[in-house]
C-alpha cells in the first residue's frame, strides 16, 4: 500500500469533519495560561471493510462525524468467534481511521503548534497535510507531534488522518478497546517554551516546620537564534503565593537545556491519603520583558518510605495500603476515557476503604493519576504486562525491542510529579522472571527508572517471589531448599512484590530480609452479584488450573456471591486480608480487581465475557464483600446482612452478616430470634443456617449491650414498578459530564425484586444522550450502546452525557407489566 500517495488524493476532495481556528488570544499575558486546548470535537471516523478496504482509504470511503475519546469496539457485537477471544471479551478489533479539517490563525505561523495524544489503541499512524509524522504502537503511552513545519496557515485548511491498526488479535489477555481512546490536544507555544513534560519536582527534605523543593526544568529553544531569558518558578497553595524564585539563561539555538532551582516551603501542608494537600508550581519563562510561556506542574509535599519491620511510613505514621487493581475500561463505556467515570469508580471504592490503585499492566490516562492526587490515593504505576516473551501472540513483545525505552522513559517523565505515585512496577507476571534473562532485562529497566527517578521504589509484580513446593499438608518454606524467583533473589527491586502465595508472606523476613514487601496482586475471589449458592461454608476453586478448561461450575455461568469461590492461585478475600492485617511488616496489598472488566471471564469461557473478580461489578454496583472491607478499612459503621429473602418455603439458607464496633449481632426472623452470634479469633463475618420462611429478616448489632444497627432485608412481592436513582442531579452541560442513573425493579411496597432480570427500555428527552447501559452480568451479550438492558438480581445502570447547552434531561424507563419512571437530570 503506497499511503503516502493515497493521503495526498484524499487531502484534495475531503469533506471537512469539521473545523477549528486556533486563535491567538488578544492579550498577551492571557495567551500562556494554558498551552493547550482540547483538540477532541468533530472528527471523521471509517471503520474498514476488511475485504472490501483492505488496509486503505479513498474516494469511496464512507465517514461518520464523532468526538473522541473514541472505542469502536464497544459499539460492536459480542462474536464467540472473535480474534480477541474470551479473554478480550469477546469484541473485535480492527482498522480504523480517523481525520480531522481545522485552521491555524496566521498570527501562529511563528509559534510551535503540536498534538498531543494521550493514548491510541494500538499501532497508530498520523499524517497531516499528507506528511508523515509518525508511528507509535502502544496504545497505552502519550506521545506528541510537531506539526508546525507542515501547517497551512490563515484562511487555508488543515487535514490531519490517523490510522489506528488494531486488526493483528489477540494482542491482550482482557478486552483493550479499538481506536483514539483518550484525549488529544493542540498545544502552541513560543518557540522558546517548557518542554513536553519537561518539569521535575522534588522534596528530599520534609518536616512539619520546613520542606525544600527542588525544580529541574527542561527549556527547549527551537529558534533559529540563541536566546537570553529570565526563568521564574512560583509555588502557589491554591491561590496565595508561597515563593518563587528566579534564574537567567542563555540557550543555544535548537538546543535543549535542563536548569536547576531550590527553594523551601516553610510550615508545608502535607499531601496525605486523608488529607491531599496540592501545590502548583508555575513556571514563566520571560524575553524582553514579556512572558512568552507559562507552564504548571502540580506536585505535594510528603515524605515516605518502606520500612523492613514497619512496613509503609507516610509523613512519619504507618499506614496500611489497602489497594485495588484496577484495568483502564470504564465498563459499558469501553476503553475510552471520561474523567466523570473514572471519578466515580474512585468515589466507590474510598467509600469503601480503598486507599491505593495499581495500574494493571500498563501506563494509565494521566486523568486518572490527577484524580488520585486529589483524592488521596497511593498508585503504583505500572509499565508492561510483557517483555521479549510473548502472552500472545500479537502482543507488545513483538515491539518490545525498538520501542521500550522510549515508552517507559516517556512513561517517567510524564508521570514523575504526581503526588499520588509511591512505587514504579516495571512488569507483570514476566515469563522471564525465572531466568538469568530476566534478570538482565530488569537491569535494564531499574537503570533507567533510576536514571529520571530516585524518589520511589521500584518493584515487579512476580507470581510468585519463591517457588511455592506445597504439599497436601505441610508447607516447604521453612526448609533452607528455597527456590527463588531469578529477580526477586537478584537485588534488582526496592520492593519484593508478591502476585499472590499469601502462604508466603510470614517468611516473608526470612526470604528477604534486606527488601521490604508489597502485595502486588491478591486474591482472585470470584462472584456474581446477587446470586448465591445454597452452602456457604465451602471453598471453591475454580478453574480447577489456569491452563485447564473449566467444565463445571453453575448453570447461567453464575458464581456464588459468598466469598467461597477462589481461583486456584489465589484465596478468598478474607483469607489474604487476614494475613496482611496481622503483620505489620506487611506493608499493604493490591486486590484483583477492584471493578470487574471486560474480558478475562474466569472461571469460564465464552458465553462469558466479562470477569467476576471485581468486588464492585462493571456497573459499579457493589458485591457482598464490598461491606466486609468497608467494616475493616473504614471508620463508618457497618452492619450488611445477606443474601435476599426470595427462596422456596422450607429451603436452608446461610446468612452472614459484616459488622464492626459491636461485640455481637442478634438476627430476627419475623420477629423471633434465630441466635445472636459474635466473631471469634480472625473471624471477618458471622452466619446463621435457617429455614426460609417469607416475611423479614433483621440484624441488630449491639456494643456493650446497646443497640448499633439494625438492618433488614424483606421478602419481595412480584416485581410491580421501576425506580430511577442519579448519582447527580445536576452536571455541566459541556458535551463530556456524566450522570449514572440506577434503575431499580420493585414490588408494590419498594422492596427490591432480587430476582427479576425485566427488559428495561429508555428514552431521553433533552440536549443530551445515553451512552452506556449495562446489569454488570458477566453473560450478557447485549449491546453497551443500545437504549435498552436486561436488569441482573432487580438492578441495571444507564449512562446520560450532557450536550453542549443548558437545560433539563428527562429520562424514562420503562418494561412490561412495570410502572414507568422518569427522573430529570439537570445540565447547567
Known amino acids: 500500500m503506497q499511503i503516502k500517495k493515497n493521503i495526498k488524493s484524499i487531502s484534495l476532495w475531503a469533506v471537512a469533519a469539521g473545523v477549528l481556528f486556533l486563535n491567538s488570544c488578544a492579550k498577551k499575558e492571557d495567551a500562556f495560561i494554558n498551552r493547550k486546548v482540547s483538540f477532541n470535537a468533530d472528527w471523521s471516523f471509517h471503520l ?18 464523532l468526538d473522541v475519546p473514541h472505542d469502536w469496539s464497544i459499539e460492536g457485537k459480542f462474536d464467540e468467534k472473535s480474534p480477541a477471544g474470551y479473554g478480550g471479551g469477546s469484541l473485535n478489533g480492527g482498522l480504523g481511521w480517523y481525520k480531522k479539517t481545522f485552521k491555524v490563525a496566521a498570527a501562529d505561523s511563528a509559534k510551535v503548534t503540536s498534538i498531543t495524544f494521550d493514548g491510541v489503541y494500538r499501532n497508530s499512524e498520523v499524517w497531516i497535510n499528507g506528511h508523515y509524522l509518525g508511528k507509535r504502537p502502544n496504545g497505552y503511552i502519550g506521545f506528541q507531534y510537531n506539526m508546525s513545519p507542515y501547517l497551512n496557515y490563515g484562511d487555508k485548511n488543515n487535514e490531519i488522518i490517523v490510522k489506528v491498526d488494531n486488526s493483528k488479535q489477540p494482542n491482550s489477555r482482557w478486552y483493550s478497546g479499538s481506536g483514539i481512546f483518550r484525549n488529544v490536544w493542540i498545544e502552541t507555544t513560543d518557540k522558546l517554551h517548557v518542554a513536553q513534560w519537561g518539569t521535575y519536582i522534588t522534596t528530599p527534605k ?22 537570553t531569558a529570565i526563568v521564574t518558578t512560583t509555588i502557589f497553595k491554591e491561590d496565595t503565593e508561597v515563593t518563587s524564585i528566579t534564574q537567567n539563561i542563555t540557550i543555544g539555538a535548537n538546543a535543549n537545556q535542563t536548569i536547576k532551582q531550590s527553594t523551601e516551603v516553610e510550615n508545608p501542608v502535607l499531601w496525605s491519603v486523608e488529607k491531599p494537600e496540592l501545590y502548583t508550581a508555575v513556571t514563566e519563562i520571560s524575553l524582553d520583558d514579556k512572558i512568552i510561556d507559562q507552564y504548571k506542574t502540580t506536585f505535594g509535599i510528603r515524605d515516605f518510605k518502606f520500612n523492613l519491620n514497619k512496613g509503609f511510613i507516610l509523613n512519619g505514621k504507618q499506614v496500611k495500603i489497602k489497594g485495588v487493581c484496577m484495568h483502564h475500561d470504564l465498563g459499558p463505556l469501553g476503553s475510552a476515557i471520561n474523567t466523570r467515570a473514572i471519578e466515580r469508580q474512585l468515589e466507590i471504592l474510598k467509600e469503601m476503604g480503598v486507599n491505593g490503585i495499581r495500574t494493571s499492566h500498563n501506563p494509565p490516562v494521566p486523568e486518572l493519576l490527577d484524580l488520585c492526587d486529589k483524592m488521596g490515593f497511593i498508585v503504583m504505576d505500572e509499565a508492561f504486562d510483557m517483555w521479549k516473551q510473548n502472552k500472545t501472540k500479537y502482543d507488545y513483545a513483538n515491539d518490545w525491542d525498538k520501542w521500550h525505552k522510549k515508552d517507559l522513559v516517556d512513561q517517567l517523565l510524564r508521570d514523575r510529579n504526581h503526588a499520588s505515585i ?25 537503570a533507567i527508572t533510576r536514571q529520571y527517578d530516585k524518589t520511589r521504589p521500584l518493584t515487579a509484580a512476580m507470581n510468585p517471589p519463591v517457588n511455592m513446593n506445597i504439599d497436601a499438608v505441610t508447607l516447604q518454606f521453612e526448609k533452607k531448599n528455597v527456590q527463588f524467583n531469578a529477580i526477586a533473589k537478584s537485588g534488582i527491586l526496592d520492593l519484593i512484590g508478591y502476585n499472590y502465595a499469601h502462604q508466603t508472606y510470614e517468611y516473608h523476613q526470612k ?49 456464588s456471591a459468598y466469598d467461597q469461590v477462589q481461583t486456584p492461585w489465589g484465596s478468598t478475600h478474607e483469607a489474604t486480608w487476614k494475613v496482611i492485617k496481622k503483620h505489620d511488616f506487611l506493608s499493604g496489598m493490591y486486590i484483583w480487581t477492584g471493578f470487574d472488566y471486560i474480558g478475562e471471564p474466569t472461571p469460564y469461557e465464552w458465553p462469558s465475557v466479562s470477569s467476576y473478580f471485581g468486588i464492585v461489578d462493571l456497573a459499579g454496583f457493589p458485591k457482598d ?22 427462596w422456596k418455603a422450607g429451603q436452608t439458607v446461610d446468612v452472614w452478616a459484616y459488622y464492626n464496633k459491636a461485640d455481637e449481632v442478634e438476627l430476627f426472623l419475623n420477629g423471633k430470634s434465630v441466635g445472636k452470634r459474635s466473631k471469634k479469633g480472625d473471624d471477618l463475618h458471622v452466619m446463621w443456617r435457617i429455614p426460609f420462611e417469607a416475611g423479614t429478616l433483621k440484624a441488630v448489632s449491639r456494643k456493650n449491650g446497646k443497640v448499633v444497627l439494625e438492618k433488614e432485608i424483606k421478602t419481595a412481592g412480584n416485581p410491580s414498578q421501576l425506580k430511577l436513582t442519579a448519582d447527580r442531579s445536576t452536571i455541566k452541560a459541556d458535551k463530556n459530564d456524566l450522570s449514572f442513573i440506577t434503575v431499580d425493579i420493585l414490588d408494590a411496597n419498594g422492596t427490591i425484586a432480587p430476582n427479576a432480570n425485566n427488559e428495561i427500555n429508555f428514552s431521553l428527552k433533552g440536549n443530551g444522550k445515553i451512552v452506556g447501559v449495562c446489569s454488570g452480568d458477566p453473560v450478557s451479550h447485549e449491546s453497551y450502546k443500545g437504549n435498552k438492558h436486561t436488569a441482573l438480581a432487580g438492578k441495571c445502570l444507564v449512562i446520560v452525557q450532557s450536550g453542549d447547552k443548558s437545560g433539563r434531561l428527562e429520562l424514562t424507563a420503562k418494561a412490561n407489566g412495570l410502572k414507568q419512571a422518569t427522573i430529570v437530570i439537570t445540565t447547567e
Open 48 to 65: 474498514n471493510d476488511s475485504i472490501v478496504d483492505k488496509d486503505t482509504i479513498g474516494t469511496a470511503t464512507k465517514w461518520r462525524t
Open 511 to 559: 526470604n528477604f530480609p534486606n527488601t521490604p514487601f508489597i502485595a502486588t496482586e491478591t486474591t482472585s475471589g470470584l462472584q456474581t452479584r446477587g446470586y448465591y449458592d445454597a452452602i456457604s461454608d465451602t471453598i471453591k476453586k475454580w478453574p480447577v488450573r489456569w491452563d485447564i478448561k473449566f467444565d463445571q461450575g453453575n448453570s447461567g455461568n453464575t458464581v
Open 625 to 646: 464483600v464490598y461491606y466486609m472491607y468497608q467494616s475493616e478499612w473504614t471508620d463508618k459503621t457497618v452492619l450488611h446482612i445477606f443474601p435476599h429473602w426470595n
Open 206 to 227: 520534609v518536616s512539619a516546620e520546613k520542606a525544600s523543593v527542588q525544580f529541574e526544568t527542561t527549556i527547549q529553544n527551537q529558534d533559529k537564534a540563541s536566546k
Open 422 to 446: 509511591f512505587v514504579w512496577s516495571i512488569g507483570n507476571e514476566i515469563p522471564e522472571q525465572w531466568s538469568e534473562n530476566g534478570v538482565e532485562v530488569a537491569k535494564e529497566l531499574a
